[in-house]
């Protein structure tokens, strides 16, 4: 089934109302950086209260959207002219948007209620919060948008809210270049979407969805593909995917609570988004640019997996991991309408078990001094009791534990992917079992085992404001999938919004793949507990075999950026400024230098003797006088 | 007979340039281009014969006049010049170079 | 036939002055040479039936302008004379390049053109030289001859404003003059009064007649030492002054 | 409405104020003069504006007497679209410049309030040139305009300022010179016995003849804007010039070049423009990246600055040749927010080099910390300057390259690769200034005070507020670029698929 008719919105109801959904957080962002230290008091209050605000918008709206007839479910609100002849601002009000903004609003609001606990005693809490509402404005407008120009706007704006968050910490040398590299890969990205943008506008003279979509068959096949190749340049920045993961590491040198909702839940999935919404356009199923979706989905998914195995930095853990479950939903998005659903079941979940998984890490990292060392925890789990339950119940879901959240989607995904494509499938499968490895490898390292802190930490568990949010989001970590997969509710959902497959899925509980997911998982947790349970950690990092640093030092990524890019790059910048010092403006000077010098030289004929000067004008009238006559006897 | 006052003229005229080349004292050098301007004359005299009209012999005298103008304001300022450095010769006074 | 001798011989004259003055290292010879020049001239333009101007030419020039020659050449200094040695490089071999150039060039010029036989100023002058140029100055001319004129004051003027020097300090009062002869007069012993005029209290006011003090005795300030020592060798000298001349011989 | 004559009042206003200034004996009294003359402009400018309609004819507020009658010179002055919003960029920038300099002249012996008065001669100067309508004019304002900021860098700006101020003047003037020559045979060629622009389009026939004449229109422009290679004065102005004065000049001054080339070359000499367009486009192109990446390896701020405004003008020129509706456009619009994003970008690296003393990046570090608005604002403007969406260069770079691409494809990519290269810069430096560990050097810096409030926060309010709603702007420009094209005789390239209508 096609995608539903993109309808202009008649007014009324809920739906003309979304734009407070942007303007709200918006509003107090603007209110909490221009009102400065005056408004330190009750900032925080301010932003969660916004951000609480946003979702009961979103909420009214979803409400209005389902009462509504699927065919009717997608409605564009026109806001006003952006660029005349080019773009408006508009919202285009779908299940798909409907679904993100629930999300974002939902978790962004339990991430802001966990700050502050978690900011309390940051000078700055302030300007945290400002930051953390224009960032869920920035991510509505991105899902709300009805065009790319403003979808771009949002785009960039959660780039700008993560390079600010990420660089909050600023006085760490560590954290500012971690916030410069993450917005300068991510333009590397954005270069994709901007050039797609352009040759959209070139062949269809508008960037408005309600105009592309329908007559994006018209283009030619290589344009189609070129589109899409582009549009995933995009999603691959934003959403950390091979070759332009590198970022996402580092960024987890922003608090905690950012990387929960920025790094995990919300930002990052921002290309599976795009990809998933100019699915049906530009990545229809089968075509060449779908294929090189599903083959970045599952390189990265293996990567991020791989990575995931050898961190021993709590969050650069949950970051590799987080690396590899956008490839799972990547890989869903790649392969056409059947896997959208999928994908976007996996996001949401994924969505609130990672937000549960990194909010649960961050408190152990507020009971243990900042300390992010795994090696340095061990045996929290008596300790930490609500932190070890809700990182316990993220982790089943997030490794596929039976009935929980990650084994509906994440098994959804691999069985359409089997049906798609055999080879990509059991690739899927095993990064499964990877993930088993290094989820239970992380529970193990941190919440079994003698406790290998030193004696300057008291841990303790964190304040009601912090442990409310883990428990909220474990609740939905665990039931979310079954509601979401069951009966295909979230399928039909969406199918206005992205269309559906001819056949509907049914769920086998008993597949082999299935079978062989959990049997995978079951060995890689096998073997963790087996390494880390059963035998003592090591507090100081062993060196490690070849393949063990492999994956510590992400594979090489860094490594290779800087052997490709940045030192080339260094390289072709001083050449440019010398270029530019000696060789144009060199050209330059030494024109003036050449005719300063010999007319220098020339000077010296001055000599100031009266007599040189008669001389010189008695030579002319010699020679004229000689001319006279030549020329008289012409 | 043009002819003939021309190139003595001219012959003056050469003379009175090398002198004004060559010598240093500024007094001397003055009477050089004196020189040169009777010579200029002589062909103006010669001129005005020739054509037959004395618009030459008018210029002249108006050379003359100039001549004797120019005398006076030149040989005050070699006497102001001397009067300040003790010294006539035209070489000495070259501070105004390059 | 008058005329070409008359030009022939002038012309060897004036042109040898010319290349006496340029070489002679004495500037009063070279003034000289210069008015044999002028005078040379001026008979050349009396031969061309140019009367007035002759008379200007000796008036004005030879006249008016070489004694003002002479005057600056005492000024600076009569027997100064220069030294030949040129001290600029290649300026005098250049300079005699180029003068012998312009020279034959414009001679050989003026020898390539044919020249009508000469008009002559028979009948411009039938009224008189001066009448005919009067009429021109006095109407074509008119303009320029007035700013002539305006050039002539400013060049009196300019003269009088260069020549003029500034004076720097107050001009000293006869009461300053007067203690000032009496100081040196203290300190050095140089009498204070004016020095005696020859021939004071004499016969005769002749400058070989020395002066007499009150007392009869001879001012040896006024004793003149050239026109002594002549007497003294002529053996005509008066004895007095010969006594004075002996004490300073000594 | 049409009988009052604005520009003459703008510039009569200006220059009167500059006279009045310079006669003062006080020189507080003098800065708050001109700061009053100077918000009188814009205030008249402003009211100017809101007469204006933009479906009106071409050119309003004409005023035409005669000059030199025998050759045909008038003093006329009028204003389009394209000309209004740069005359409206002046009008805004100079009272911001006024109250940005309030300290700056004091430094040298030079005399403070002749920097205010120079500083209302040159607003006067900027308005005359973009009013013009009689190419003589329109050059005597062009050569005219280098003598204040001659004097501005010369004798208030830093250590190497005469250097800086001699090779700008050279460097403009050669530029000039070419245009003389052009302007005098353009008349010629003409033969209309008239100076005033609207006889002069289409005038030029013979295509050796045009290319010749464009030439000598173009290079001066593109010495002005500056263009890759004629960049190298640019840097060296920009770094010696008072903050002030170098927003002046990259901010306003370089536009004249830039708005040249769409006004004069583009129309007086269309198929020698067509003729031109690779050459301008491959060296737009250049100027983009290039700039940009020697802007990377700068260490002194304002080189810096100055370095990224030659990647930016290369847009600008790019968009102009490009000869599509929207690129000319997103070009017209580019030079107003650049001029407004260099301006504050300028203005604050202003602030903290005074604070500091010193130009060099390196002797900055962590100012964040001690500095929190001045950093805010110092990373706006720069995020301004990398070209944000949600701030105003945005939507001028993205409207050049989206409508480039409709003609050039390649080298909009390419162009599109300063958008990566931007992000370095910008960021790299306010990395090194603003973040890290706070450098001993600074511990002590202050923070913004009141008045430099005022001097950054309406320009960061209209970038933001451009940067949202660009519409008011774009209505004015659209109307008069588009008959610029339309003298040009070019017409946008059709979308490749029809988009059926009403969908």
Not at chain 1, 135 to 153: K, P, R, S, T
Not at chain 1, 233 to 246: F, I, M, R, T, V
Not at chain 3, 192 to 215: H, K, Q, V, W
Request: glycine share 10%; net charge neutral.
């Amino acid at each position: 089934m096609e995608p539903a008719e993109i309808l202009s919105h008649a007014g009324g109801g809920a739906i003309s109302l979304a734009w407070l959904m942007i303007v709200l957080p918006l509003a107090g962002a603007a209110i909490l950086l221009i009102g400065g230290r005056a408004t330190n008091k009750w900032g925080h209050l301010l932003g969660v209260l916004m951000s609480v605000g946003a979702f009961v918008v979103a909420a009214l709206v979803f409400l209005q959207l389902i009462g509504l007839d699927p065919a009717q479910r997608r409605q564009s609100v026109n806001l006003y002219e952006f660029i005349p002849g080019v773009a408006n601002i508009g919202l285009l009000i779908d299940p798909l948007s409907i679904s993100f903004c629930l999300l974002i609003t939902f978790v962004g609001s339990l991430i802001h209620v966990y700050s502050i606990g978690y900011m309390s005693h940051d000078p700055d809490r302030r300007r945290f919060f400002a930051y953390l509402n224009l960032f869920v404005a920035a991510m509505l407008l991105l899902v709300l948008a009805d065009n790319y120009v403003a979808l771009f706007i949002g785009w960039e704006g959660v780039g700008l809210a993560s390079y600010l968050l990420i660089g909050f910490w600023q006085y760490k040398p560590s954290a500012a270049v971690a916030a410069k590299k993450a917005f300068v890969v991510n333009r590397v990205g954005d270069f994709g979407l901007l050039v797609a943008m352009f040759l959209i506008f070139a062949q269809f003279g508008t960037l408005s969805y309600a105009e592309v979509f329908p007559n994006a068959a018209q283009a030619s096949q290589g344009v189609q593909t070129a589109i899409g190749l582009l549009l995933l340049l995009g999603a691959c920045g934003k959403s950390a995917q091979l070759p332009l993961q590198s970022w996402l590491l580092d960024a987890m040198e922003g608090p905690t609570p950012v990387s929960a909702l920025i790094h995990a839940a919300t930002m990052v999935t921002a290309g599976v988004y795009l990809v998933v919404r100019s699915g049906a356009a530009f990545f229809p199923e089968g075509s060449t640019a779908g294929l090189v979706v599903t083959i970045v989905g599952v390189a990265t998914l293996l990567a991020g997996a791989i990575i995931g195995t050898a961190k021993d930095d709590i969050k650069k853990g949950l970051a590799g991991s987080t690396m590899s479950q956008i490839g799972y939903m990547m890989l869903a998005a790649g392969i056409g309408p059947a896997g959208y659903a999928f994908a976007i079941a996996h996001l949401i979940t994924h969505g609130f078990f990672k937000a549960d998984l990194f909010l649960g890490a961050g408190s152990v990292m507020h009971a243990m001094n900042d300390e992010v060392d795994m090696r340095r925890y061990g045996g929290l789990r008596k300790l930490l009791p609500i932190t070890f339950v809700t990182f316990f119940i993220g982790y089943l879901a997030i490794i596929g534990f039976p009935l929980l959240s990650g084994y509906f989607t994440k098994d959804g995904i691999i069985e359409s992917v089997m049906h798609h494509n055999a080879i990509l499938g059991w690739l899927a499968v095993l990064g499964a079992g990877i993930t088993g490895f290094y989820m239970t490898r992380m529970v193990v390292m941190t919440f079994f085992g003698p406790k290998r802190w030193d004696e300057k930490a008291h841990p303790h568990e964190s304040p009601a404001v912090m442990t409310w949010p883990l428990i909220i989001l474990s609740v939905f970590s665990v039931g979310l999938g079954a509601y979401l997969i069951l009966s295909n509710r979230l399928l039909v959902f969406l199918a206005p919004a992205v269309g559906q497959p001819a056949e509907l899925p049914v769920f086998h509980p008993f597949s082999v793949p299935g079978l062989t997911t959990l049997a995978l998982v079951a060995v890689g947790a096998g073997i963790a507990i087996a390494k880390y349970g059963r035998s003592e950690v090591p507090v100081v990092q062993p060196r490690g075999s070849f393949l063990t640093v492999f994956a510590r030092r992400d594979l090489y990524g860094d490594a290779l950026n800087e052997a490709l890019f940045m030192r080339p790059g260094q390289w072709l910048t001083r050449l440019a400024v010398f270029f530019d010092n000696r060789g144009i403006d060199g050209v330059v000077n030494g024109l003036a230098a050449g005719v300063g010098g010999s007319s220098g030289r020339l000077r010296k004929i001055q000599t100031g003797y009266v007599r040189s000067y008669a001389l010189s004008i008695f030579v002319g009238a010699a020679v004229l006088a000689g001319a006279w006559f030549v020329v008289g006897t012409l | 007979m043009t002819t003939h006052y021309l190139v003595l003229s001219a012959l003056l005229f050469a003379i009175g340039g090398i002198g004004v080349l060559v010598r240093r004292n500024a007094i001397v050098v003055f009477m050089c281009v004196e020189l040169m301007l009777n010579a200029c004359n002589l062909a103006f005299v010669t001129f005005a014969r020739q054509n037959g009209n004395v618009d030459g012999q008018v210029i002249a005298f108006f050379v003359m006049i100039v001549a004797a103008a120019e005398v006076v304001i030149g040989l005050a300022i070699i006497v102001t010049i001397f009067r300040t450095r003790r010294s006539a010769s035209v070489d000495d006074a070259s501070l105004l170079k390059y | 036939m008058g005329e070409t001798i008359t030009f022939w011989v002038l012309a060897v004259v004036s042109v040898s002055a010319a290349l006496g003055l340029v070489f002679s290292r004495k500037a009063v010879y070279c003034a000289l040479m210069l008015g044999v020049v002028m005078l040379s001239l001026a008979v050349l333009y009396a031969v061309q039936d140019a009367p007035f101007l002759a008379a200007v030419q000796i008036i004005v020039y030879t006249g008016a302008v070489m004694m003002l020659f002479l005057f600056v050449l005492m000024l600076v200094g009569v027997d100064s004379s220069d030294s030949l040695v040129e001290t600029i490089r290649g300026q005098r071999f250049w300079a005699i390049v180029a003068g012998l150039a312009f020279a034959a060039l414009v001679a050989l010029g003026i020898g390539n053109v044919v020249f009508a036989p000469a008009t002559g100023l028979g009948a411009v002058n039938a009224a008189g030289n001066v009448p005919s140029l009067a009429e021109l100055i006095f109407t074509r001319y008119v303009f320029a001859f007035e700013v002539t004129s305006a050039l002539l004051i400013t060049a009196a003027l300019g003269a009088m404003v260069l020549a003029h020097r500034e004076r720097l300090e107050q001009r000293a009062t006869q009461r300053e003059l007067s203690r000032e002869r009496f100081v040196k007069y203290g300190e050095e012993g140089i009498d204070p009064s004016p020095l005696p005029g020859p021939g004071t209290y004499a016969r005769a006011n002749a400058i070989d007649m020395p002066a007499l003090l009150p007392d009869g005795k001879i001012s040896k300030l006024s004793v003149n030492r050239y026109i002594a020592r002549y007497e003294a060798e002529e053996g005509t000298i008066d004895p007095k002054v010969a006594e004075i001349l002996e004490g300073e011989d000594k | 409405m049409t009988a009052i004559p604005w520009l003459s009042i703008l510039m009569g206003v200006s220059v009167l104020g500059a006279l009045g200034v310079s006669f003062l004996k006080n020189d507080k009294l003098a800065k708050q003069a001109t700061l009053g003359v100077s918000l009188l402009v814009l205030v008249l400018a402003v009211v100017m504006t809101v007469g204006f309609s933009p479906n009106g004819d071409r050119f309003q507020y004409a005023e035409t007497y005669d000059w030199i009658p025998s050759f045909g010179v008038h003093y006329a002055v009028a204003v389009d679209g394209v000309a209004l919003v740069l005359i409206l960029l002046s009008a805004v920038l100079v009272p911001i410049v006024v109250l940005a300099s309030w300290h700056d002249a004091e430094q040298g012996k030079r005399s403070v309030r002749t920097y205010f008065a120079l500083l209302l001669v040159l607003e006067a100067m900027m308005i005359g040139v973009f009013a013009a309508t009689d190419v003589f004019l329109f050059y005597v304002f062009f050569e005219a305009m280098l003598i204040p900021m001659y004097f501005m860098i010369g004798s208030y700006g830093g250590a190497q300022r005469s250097y800086a101020a001699v090779k700008f003047l050279l460097y403009s003037l050669f530029g000039g010179l070419l245009m003389l020559v052009a302007v005098i045979a353009l008349y010629n060629v003409a033969d209309k016995n008239s100076f005033l622009f609207p006889d002069l389009i289409g005038a030029v026939t013979d295509p050796t003849t045009q290319k010749w004449l464009f030439l000598g229109f173009f290079v001066a422009f593109a010495i002005k804007a500056p263009l890759w290679p004629v960049h190298t004065w640019l840097p060296d102005a920009a770094a010696q010039a008072p903050a002030g004065a170098a927003v002046l000049l990259v901010g306003v001054l370089d536009k004249v070049g830039t708005y040249g080339m769409l006004r004069f070359c583009l129309e007086l000499f269309p198929d020698a423009a067509k003729w031109a367009t690779p050459v301008v486009i491959a060296l737009s192109v250049i100027g983009i990246v290039y700039g940009a990446i020697v802007a990377i390896g700068q260490t002194d701020i304002k080189r810096l600055i100055a370095y990224t405004s030659i990647s930016h003008f290369g847009f600008i020129t790019m968009g102009v040749f490009a000869m599509t509706t929207t690129a000319a456009s997103g070009a017209t619009l580019y030079m107003v927010n650049h001029g407004f994003s260099t301006g504050v970008l300028f203005l604050v690296a202003g602030f903290l080099i005074y604070r500091r003393g010193s130009q060099f990046i390196a002797d900055y570090g962590g100012v964040q910390k001690v500095a929190p608005l001045l950093a805010g604002a110092f990373l706006i403007a720069g995020l301004s300057g990398l070209s944000l969406p949600g701030l105003s260069t945005f939507v001028s770079e993205f409207m050049v390259l989206l409508g480039t691409f409709e003609r050039y494809a390649v080298p909009a990519i390419i162009g599109t690769t300063g958008v990566i290269l931007a992000a370095i810069y910008i960021l790299w430096m306010y990395q090194r200034t603003m973040n890290g560990p706070t450098a001993e050097s600074v511990a002590e810096m202050k923070d913004l005070n009141g008045r430099e409030r005022w001097v950054v926060a309406p320009l960061i309010a209209l970038i933001v507020v451009l940067g949202f709603f660009p519409k008011p702007l774009l209505d004015v420009i659209n109307p008069a670029v588009k008959e610029s094209l339309v003298n040009v005789k070019v017409t946008d390239p059709a979308p490749v698929v029809a988009v059926k209508e009403g969908q």
